[in-house]
């Protein structure tokens, strides 16, 4: 089976610019998380999407958004970028059972990350 | 809001096998302990994962205590490659989101 995949794997954006992120899962992973890497704060949980839904969020600012497609294809969106946004954003997928509802047994698996720098 | 305690750094001699602490005392009945790795750059692996018997893969051992409250990862025979950050996470109980720490630095020796 194919790994998460994201793409872009480098992006440079100025200030005030918005950009997109893409995240395509595992085959069969409905649930798809996205997380924040830092130097200064380490892996942030942003949030979470299954069935196109988000169901869980992390403590971030409104600027951070993201989106689940039908194919369980996931993007995340950063309006009006701050130089602290520079970091490594990770995209997580999982398999959940028929009903959706997530497992403790389920671990994460992550993609190699899109390194985004903002200047 | 991490749950585990790890040593900063350890350091290992390439062929011996690594021992890799975690301590959980909060950990409540239904949550796994998990590890993962990174290494610069990429995204964090998932290694293993547990409740409370002790369990082994392809890549590892995971020894949990009787109680619960610590565990320990064993990568039997450490090579250069093992060199990485490894991360030991109690799932949180709302959902998929994972409090990642700061990890323990290995650095495996020649």
């Known amino acids: 089976k194919a790994g998460v995949t994201q793409t872009p794997r480098y992006l440079i954006k100025t200030r005030g610019q918005q950009v997109t992120l893409s995240c395509s899962p595992i085959s069969g992973h409905r649930s798809v998380s996205w997380y924040q890497q830092t130097p200064g704060q380490g892996l942030q949980f942003l949030f979470e999407?299954?069935?196109?839904?988000?169901?869980n969020k992390g403590n971030f600012p409104g600027r951070f958004s993201g989106r689940q497609f039908s194919n369980s294809r996931s993007e995340m969106n950063v309006s009006t970028l701050e130089l602290g946004d520079s970091a490594l954003y990770l995209c997580?997928?999982?398999?959940?059972?028929?009903?959706?509802?997530?497992?403790?047994?389920?671990?994460?698996?992550f993609g190699n990350g899109t390194r985004l720098t903002v200047t | 809001d991490a749950k585990t305690t790890q040593p900063t750094s350890m350091d290992c001699a390439e062929g011996r096998a690594a021992n890799l602490p975690c301590n959980h005392s909060t950990i409540s009945g239904n949550e796994y302990v998990y590890w993962y790795r990174q290494i610069h750059s990429q995204g964090p692996q998932y290694i293993i994962h547990?409740?409370?018997n002790n369990e082994t893969n392809e890549m590892a051992s995971l020894i949990i205590t009787e109680d619960r409250k610590s565990s320990t990862l064993i990568l039997p025979h450490a090579t250069l490659r093992d060199t990485a950050v490894y991360y030991c996470i109690v799932r949180a109980f709302t959902g998929n989101q994972f409090y990642f720490g700061t990890g323990t630095s290995l650095t495996v020796i020649p």
């Open positions: 999407y299954f069935s196109e839904t988000q169901r």
């Open positions: 547990g409740l409370k």
């Open positions: 997580a997928s999982s398999s959940n059972g028929p009903t959706g509802r997530f497992s403790y047994n389920s671990p994460l698996h």
